[in-house]
């Protein structure tokens, strides 16, 4: 397996436009996390999925966010409209069934928003 | 809460044993985990512990867990320079399923 996949790598876009962040988990992972990541705020845990489905989205800062997992292998992340503040690293990571043992990272989006 | 805390930054030179702490509050934490960012990558898993385990030796790494202060260590022997990296402490809580990170610490090699 070729690990988490996330793209694009770099996302550079205009305030006010829609971003579309994709992720594909490891096959046959049943967690699927997105994360986002700033110098002032860390790691923090925007949401989860399990089997596909929303199971914690309290991370998720405002109504601008969205994210959706149509099938087990495949998600993406939603910002509309997106904000100079929406700046970070964004990782997506999948684990197996629980109890958790590892969160095998992607190599993370780094989106600006200018 | 849910609330990790690690100190920010370490520097320690070449050779020297490196010790990064991180402490963190739920107690429902199952998992306690050591992930490394290097610079432009994701994190990668180093180690973890069970909370029924008090160490782990894994190499160059032992893990220290104090349950009762909830207070975990990491610690590296024979620094080298490619150790240099974020390290992040995470705990899992099996209460909600998340896996919850410390602030990161930032250790510097010294030449």
């Known amino acids: 397996d070729a690990g988490v996949i996330q793209s694009p790598r770099h996302e550079v876009t ?29 790691l923090e845990l925007l949401i989860y999925f399990n089997n596909n489905v929303p199971i914690d989205d309290s991370g998720m800062p405002e109504d601008r966010f969205s994210a959706k997992m149509p099938n087990a292998s495949f998600s993406t992340l939603k910002i509309q409209p997106s904000e100079p503040r929406d700046s970070a690293v964004y990782f997506c990571a999948s684990s197996p069934r629980v109890p958790n043992t590892e969160a095998f990272f992607g190599q993370g989006t780094r989106l600006t928003v200018v | 809460g849910e609330d990790v805390e690690q100190s920010l930054f370490l520097s320690v030179r070449e050779g020297d044993s490196s010790v990064i702490n991180c402490t963190y509050t739920d107690s429902s934490s199952t998992y306690l985990y050591w992930y490394k960012q290097e610079p432009g990558a994701g994190l990668q898993l180093l180690t973890y512990i069970f909370s029924n385990m008090d160490m782990k030796q894994d190499q160059r790494l032992t893990v220290l867990l104090n349950k009762k202060d909830k207070h975990l260590s990491l610690r590296i022997a024979d620094t080298q320079t490619g150790d240099s990296a974020i390290y992040f402490c995470a705990e899992f809580l099996s209460r909600t399923n998340k896996l919850i990170f410390g602030t990161g610490t930032l250790l510097a090699v010294q030449p």
């Open chain 1, 14 to 42: 205009e305030m006010g436009q829609e971003v579309t962040l994709r992720c594909k988990p490891i096959s046959g992972h049943d967690y699927l996390f997105w994360y986002r990541q700033t110098m002032m705020r860390g």
